[in-house]
């Protein structure tokens, strides 16, 4: 079975700093990665996922993750945060071939203070 | 492109009753999802329709609780008896059958609390 762990629950950063939040998971077999986000009382947003080939990815609005199959962890990232970053951040997995079913980490808090 | 919606986005309760969340998904998704979310914790799979068919529920799925597709649309689950640990964000998703790469559109949940 696949799990997923993320590291911490909550980071509190200043704006304009860089911050990292951490993921690793757990599977034996061949699985993509998703980090979504939760902004206060919005649905859950797919933020960037990898499925196959260059192990960085990156986001729209700055956020990149590295896929490592070494460590299996898939940590986000990014360079210089902003206030309107501030929300929840979810790590997920879903077995390759499979019908989505994410199976998601406990959620990190992210609070980017001025 | 709507999106996901659910209703109602609130529910208060006693414990005992039966409440009833319904979710329209995407109109084109053929897959739908249920996921429940609490306090501090990740959304956790509660079951899966692929058009009307159920194609798998959860250990956490008890007996009071079931859902239905039945035309292949809209998406209703049913809570019988509700009990203070039913307290919880009930969140539905959809996606496309042919595309499995994992991404799921949610709605924005229907918060359920049991007093």
């Known amino acids: 079975a696949q799990s997923v762990t993320q590291l911490d629950s909550q980071v509190p950063v200043f704006e304009e700093a860089p911050v990292e939040l951490r993921c690793n998971y757990s599977?034996?077999?061949?699985?993509?990665l998703f980090w979504y986000v939760q902004y206060p009382n919005q649905g859950l947003q797919l933020l960037l996922k990898y499925l196959s080939g260059s192990t960085l990815v990156k986001s729209i609005n700055g956020f990149e993750a590295e896929f490592n199959k070494s460590q299996t962890s898939f940590h986000l990232r990014k360079p210089s945060v902003h206030i309107s970053d501030t929300a929840e951040y979810f790590c997920a997995v879903v077995l390759s071939g499979g019908y989505n079913k994410l199976i998601f980490g406990a959620g990190t808090r992210l609070a980017v203070h001025p | 492109d709507t999106g996901v919606s659910q209703d109602p986005r609130h529910k208060i309760t006693k414990r005992g009753q039966n409440v009833t969340f319904r979710c329209d998904p995407i109109?084109?998704?053929?897959?739908l999802y249920w996921y429940r979310q609490t306090l501090g914790q990740g959304p956790e799979f509660l079951t899966y329709f692929q058009n009307e068919a159920q194609l798998e529920k959860s250990r956490l799925l008890s007996d009071r609780f079931s859902a239905e597709r039945p035309k292949g649309s809209f998406s209703t689950l049913e809570i019988q008896r509700t009990e203070q640990g039913d307290s919880a964000m009930y969140l539905c998703a959809s996606s496309l059958l042919d595309k499995n790469t994992g991404e799921l559109f949610f709605g924005e949940g229907s918060r359920l609390t049991v007093l």
């Open positions: 109109s084109e998704h053929n897959r």
């Open positions: 599977s034996s077999v061949s699985v993509y």
